[in-house]
């Protein structure tokens, strides 16, 4: 078969067509161009066989994503590297299901055979101390917390000292905050140089769009990996692939529902044959 070098008029249709597909499943602009450019730039002049660019583009875009996507996070790994207690923050936007994703983390650390206490470090937002408390009661965690208004700070040394001396693990809910929020923000800074998170994630919904672009970017240099919620409702999950382009930060899991059996680990794998078919 005649083989013919991959040019422009061939290419653009199909990138064309690549980068609609993409947004339409939520990828942020930012990243479907980004993307886009990465394929011009590999492709342009590759010979292929006629007739066959669209299953190398596509071939091409499987390869950009695997490099773009990072689902090397390892609960075993972080753990052993981690100070005793080990100490997890939950960072992220109001709503984004932090408050939710403690009680999911700390079932599934229950449910391995490790103890959790969870941090109510949230004192902002109205209902999120006695939301936490009820996750805590439901999966059999104790939660340790103080008035609304308090320094989160404290709440968290108290949480981290609590599970230093019953060894377990102390999994931290921050308040939501913003750019704009200095004053949140610089409580944040303060509970992480206090307490010296080991795991900081950040938590982000997956129905934020191109909101996860400006989260990003307010927790830049203050988290380790990602964490994707309602999946369940936004299967497309072009946030994962948004986030993980503006971050450069792994995506350990991904909330897929309201119980706490619903979260599951991020497999980069999967998720490619997913977006691509
Ligand atoms: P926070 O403000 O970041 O603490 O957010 P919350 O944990 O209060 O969650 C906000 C809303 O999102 C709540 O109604 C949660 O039940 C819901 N939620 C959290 N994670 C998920 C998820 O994975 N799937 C679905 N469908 N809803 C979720």
Request: aromatic share 4%.
């Given at each position: 078969v005649a083989e013919k070098e991959l040019d422009e008029e061939t290419l653009?249709?199909?990138?064309?067509?690549?980068?609609?597909?993409?947004?339409?499943?939520?990828?942020?602009?930012?990243?479907?161009?980004?993307?886009?450019?990465?394929?011009?730039?590999?492709?342009t002049g590759r010979e292929v066989k006629r007739g066959k660019a669209e299953e190398v583009v596509e071939e091409a875009l499987k390869e950009v994503l695997e490099e773009l996507l990072d689902d090397s996070f390892d609960l075993a790994r972080a753990l052993d590297e981690a100070s005793e207690p080990p100490?997890?923050?939950?960072?992220?936007?109001?709503?984004?299901?932090k408050t939710t994703t403690a009680g999911k983390l700390g079932s599934m650390f229950?449910?391995?055979?490790?103890e959790t206490v969870l941090g109510a470090g949230d004192t902002f937002r109205a209902?999120?101390?006695?939301?936490?408390?009820?996750?805590?009661?439901?999966?059999?965690?104790?939660?340790?917390?103080?008035?609304?208004?308090?320094?989160?700070?404290?709440?968290a040394y108290d949480a981290v000292e609590h599970a230093d001396n019953e060894d377990k693990i102390a999994i931290i809910d921050t308040a939501g905050r913003s750019h704009s929020d200095e004053n949140l923000m610089g409580e944040?800074?303060?509970?992480?140089?206090?307490n010296e998170p080991d795991i900081s994630f950040l938590v982000v919904d997956a129905l934020a769009g191109n909101d996860v672009l400006e989260q990003a970017e307010a927790y830049e240099g203050m988290f380790d990996a990602v964490i994707v919620t309602k999946m369940d409702v936004d299967e497309n999950?072009?946030?994962?692939?948004?986030?993980?382009?503006r971050s450069g930060?792994?995506?350990?899991y991904l909330g897929t529902g309201q119980d706490y059996s619903d979260i599951e680990e991020f497999d980069k794998e999967q998720f490619i044959d997913q977006i691509l078919s």
């Open positions: 653009n249709p199909l990138l064309e067509e690549l980068r609609l597909k993409l947004l339409k499943n939520n990828v942020s602009l930012e990243a479907a161009e980004a993307i886009e450019e990465e394929l011009r730039e590999t492709l100490v997890m923050f939950l960072m992220g936007f109001n709503g984004s299901g229950e449910d391995m055979g490790m209902a999120s101390i006695e939301q936490l408390e009820e996750h805590g009661e439901n999966i059999g965690s104790k939660v340790i917390s103080h008035e609304y208004e308090s320094d989160p700070a404290a709440v944040l800074e303060k509970m992480v140089r206090v999950g072009g946030a994962i692939i948004s986030i993980s382009e930060k792994p995506v350990a």
